[in-house]
């Protein structure tokens, strides 16, 4: 019975690339850079709005943010919620079943790796400022 219920839930597979988009902290106008020149911030606003999108198009955002496609083709918020939910109290550890929705990959390995990348850019604008700095410092007493 429950797995009927499950299987009747519609995945909305526009609204699935947006959140996997805006978990790795992607804009709109990102994306539609790295997909190519025939992609705006509107397109993919658009292509956000659609139920079902072609497997060819999933498979280039697929490796544009490097998500499997079936998290876009198969990942449902109300199902993910009830499984949290009903699997997780204080300390537990969930065990995949065949019902459960398995992941091929950590979101907390996206989120470290989004991390490093900050602290490595925030740390070369601040070498940059030093740079600057220096070079200012040079410029005022040469005068």
Known sequence: MQHTETSNLKIHQGRNVKRFREMLGIKQESLAYDLGDEWSQKKISQLEQKEIIETSLLQQI???????????????????????????????????????????????DKIVILYDEKIALYERMLKEKDEMMARLEKLIEGK
């Open 62 to 108: 697929s490796e544009v943010l490097n998500i499997p496609v079936e998290a876009f083709q198969h990942f449902n918020e109300e199902q993910a919620i009830n499984i949290i939910s009903n699997t997780f109290n204080e300390g537990a550890i969930a065990n995949a079943t065949a019902d459960n929705i398995q992941c091929t990959f950590n979101p907390i």
